[in-house]
């Protein structure tokens, strides 16, 4: 008897025992299409007045696509269930290794912060909608509507998946919430080409016969427990996949359009890390830098803004991401609230030989990354004098 009731719209708790993926395909001798073992990296963040050369962290890891059979896909959520009610999910077997891991995923039940579990066996919450697919790659995962994270965690894929030969009517399935994002679906569309795209609501179980699956290219800690712990190898990238999206980015972008080379990346939408933007954008202007909103950019102009640019001045943010159409050689001045090894952005930059460092300011409050925090105006006048744009 299948494990998956069919009542429709009703909230399901369930209970499993965690593996990876890798690991269950293999016991169920599922279809291994493309398998690889692939020199990650992560480059530690660099501060103004540093003279030391990039320290890089270079660990192994398995990348594969894999076809798994009559399992199930929740939305919002890196997991899938399986046929017997497993739980295959790599972010939490990871998270389980690591104590200062937090895993932030609204399917899984959690008690203060980390997920509930009796016997190794996690429990799950989720709408059984009564979605049911022949086929489908899945893209769904968690953060998917931050343009950072569907970036670097979803978008990614492709570079793995283009490595496949996997008929062209099996659709992708994805998070619905991209719809409300004008700027991602443009992204998906960029690398969907013909394929159908099917939407999965947030929370809801989607049965798939035929499930391609991906693993995740980039190693990316969706939170922490102390956020000052962190460290370079915690979050690790695929070099080539960088250079796969840059270069499809590019492909993309807008031609015949003239853009500033030193601009300042202003915010318009969020309240998070809020700090002493307007004393510093003014500063900025003097210099000769344009105050720049993406919110204002087609995607493919904002390809073509990062791509001319020399030198770039923003708060640690998802309005970074485009960092991977800048060109060697250009210079990123990014303002942090923390002195921590955050390498989300460095390592980006150390693929592509972009010069990329911090300034850190005064914040509020030392235990949270999203505290506010205070830029010294000397010492940002100074970061831009004497290395941002000095020849």
Not at 62 to 84: E, P, T
Not at 108 to 121: A, F, Q, T
Not at 141 to 164: G, Q, V
Not at 341 to 366: H, P, Q
């Amino acid at each position: 008897m299948s494990i998956f009731p069919d009542n429709i719209l009703i909230q399901r708790y369930r209970m499993g025992r965690a593996a990876t993926v890798i690991d269950y395909a293999e016991r169920k001798g599922s279809l291994v299409l493309f398998r690889q073992e692939t020199e990650m990296v992560s480059s530690s963040v660099r501060y103004v007045g540093d003279t030391d050369e990039v320290a890089e962290t270079r660990i192994p890891k398995d990348l594969y696509v894999c076809q798994l059979h009559d399992v199930a896909v929740v939305g919002s959520s890196n997991m899938c269930i399986g046929k017997r009610g497993e739980l295959l999910y790599d972010l939490l077997i990871m998270c389980i290794s690591n104590e200062n891991y937090r895993l932030s995923d609204r399917v899984l039940k959690k008690h203060h912060g980390k997920p509930v579990h009796l016997l190794g066996r996690y429990v799950m919450h989720y709408m059984n909608a009564g979605m049911k697919l022949d086929a489908a790659i899945s893209l769904v995962c968690n953060f998917s509507s931050n343009y950072y994270h569907f970036i670097y965690e979803a978008i990614s894929k492709f570079y793995l998946l283009d490595k496949c030969q996997i008929p062209e009517d099996v659709p992708l399935l994805v998070d619905e919430r991209i719809k409300d994002v004008p700027q991602l679906m443009e992204l998906l569309r960029l690398f969907a080409g013909n394929r159908q795209i099917v939407f999965l609501k947030a929370r809801h179980m989607c049965r798939v016969k035929v499930l391609y699956y991906v693993s995740g290219v980039n190693q990316i800690i969706p939170n922490y427990v102390d956020i000052k712990q962190v460290r370079a190898e915690d979050n690790l990238f695929c070099p080539a996949a960088i250079l796969f999206i840059r270069q499809h980015f590019l492909d993309y972008a807008s031609a015949g359009k003239t853009f500033p080379k030193r601009f300042y990346i202003a915010r318009k939408n969020t309240n998070n890390r809020s700090y002493n933007e307007k004393e510093l954008t003014q500063i900025a202007r003097d210099y000769d830098f344009e105050v720049v909103s993406p919110e204002d950019y087609t995607v493919a102009d904002q390809f073509l803004l990062f791509a001319n640019a020399e030198c770039v001045i923003a708060a640690s943010g998802a309005a970074l991401s485009n960092i991977v159409c800048c060109k060697p050689g250009c210079r990123v001045l990014v303002l942090f609230s923390h002195v921590m090894d955050l390498t989300v952005f460095s390592s980006i930059a150390s693929c592509l030989n972009i010069d990329m460092r911090y300034l850190i300011g005064k914040c509020v409050e030392e235990s949270s990354l999203q505290t506010p925090y205070t830029v010294n105006a000397d010492d940002f006048k100074k970061s831009i004098t004497e290395w941002l744009i000095k020849e």
